[in-house]
DNA sequence: AAGACGAAAGTGGTTGA
DNA sequence: TCAACAACTTTCGTCTT
């Protein structure tokens, strides 16, 4: 009656005690390894607690072109490059409240009069609106989500994209901004294929799964959204970095599942197991082997699960596997 | 001792009457 | 709306390396 459960490290969402052996670097912030490079921004993201850690590099977002001086002048920098995850896109001025120039000089009084009227105009523009406000909020979370789940910029462009959609077709009526950020963060990692399941976004939301899945299928339907089925193989690349493989590895994981996928063994099946179980086998064949528990924590799922897949995929692809 | 295996029962989502 | 169903999970005892 009074037993102690009993650890059990197949469960999902059983964590990692910090400093135990696990894939990438260790994390300053909460100690676990789990940072992973986001390559559009250079940032070390930390999978655990989400802090953004390491150089970053300031600002190498696109710096035009020039090939005549005329371009050159034309197009030489201002500020950041315009970006859909700030609310106004990245185009305002902070005026500060100091009534100094910018040599520290005190200013005059017409100055600080028209500076006054200045500040009281920026208020007003700036977050004027119920709409902008909620913006404001609604990327905040984005920036959160994103960078809890480790999602690289470009998804995450597409995921305000998403959400200012919604709000012009005022689907945000009657529904949380987090359940709304939450669905257009999931719909936009699978169209840009880099999935991450209902599961991942849910778990780093206050909202629940249930929720999430509501929202995303009302954007779906109502913003048209083309949305390809998940491929076991967009999951290859993340999961074999967290595993360490080589690229060898993975790409021996992706013949597999393509072959699968020809013997119409990936119908209606978790595309995560599948993947999970591509790459036991291909670890297997390159001398790269993971045991099924290493690979079920990352797939997050059971062990159970990988052996079934991958036992199907080898009597029915004749993969022959030693050891 | 850790990893792999498979049976059996339970769970949540989909489908079709 | 409900039952049947397939896929997946949980749990656990046993075999293999």
Not at 109 to 114: I, L, V
Not at 193 to 201: A, I, N
Request: some cysteine; charged content about 30%.
């Amino acid at each position: 009656m009074t037993d102690i459960p009993k650890t059990n490290f197949s469960r999902p969402n059983q964590k990692p005690k910090p400093d135990e052996e696990e894939s990438g670097h260790k994390c300053p912030e909460c100690g676990y390894r789990r940072l992973i490079l986001d390559e559009t921004t250079g940032d070390q993201i930390c999978r655990e607690c989400g802090a953004v850690v390491g150089d970053r590099i300031v600002d190498e977002g696109p710096e035009w072109r020039a090939f005549s001086s005329e371009e050159r002048d034309q197009r030489s920098r201002v500020g950041s490059p315009m970006s859909v995850t700030i609310h106004d896109k990245g185009l305002s001025t902070i005026i500060g409240w100091e009534d100094r120039d910018i040599y520290g000089r005190r200013l005059s009084s017409t100055k600080r009069a028209e500076m006054y009227r200045l500040r009281k105009w920026q208020t007003r523009i700036r977050v004027h609106s119920s709409l902008d406000r909620n913006l404001v909020q609604a990327l905040s979370e984005l920036d959160r989500l994103s960078s809890q789940l480790g999602i690289p910029r470009g998804v995450k462009e597409t995921s305000a994209v998403i959400y200012r959609k919604a709000m012009e077709k005022k689907l945000s009526r009657g529904r949380s901004i987090e359940a709304l950020v939450g669905a257009s963060v999931y719909a936009a990692s699978r169209i840009r294929r880099v999935p991450r399941s209902l599961d991942e976004v849910a778990r780093h939301s206050v909202v629940s799964k249930k929720e999430v899945g509501k929202c995303y299928r009302v954007l779906v339907t109502e913003l048209e959204l083309k949305v390809p089925p998940p491929s076991p193989i967009d999951y290859l690349s993340r999961f074999g970095t967290d595993l360490q493989l080589s690229g060898m590895c993975q790409r021996r994981a992706a013949e597999i599942l393509t072959g699968a996928k020809t013997e119409g063994l990936t119908g209606g099946k978790d595309p995560t197991g599948l993947a999970a179980a591509a790459i036991y086998v291909a670890g297997i064949i390159e001398g790269e082997r993971r045991t099924q528990r290493e690979i079920a924590e990352t797939a997050r799922v059971t062990e159970v699960t990988v052996r079934n897949r991958y036992k199907e995929l080898v009597r029915r692809l004749g993969i022959e596997i030693s050891g």
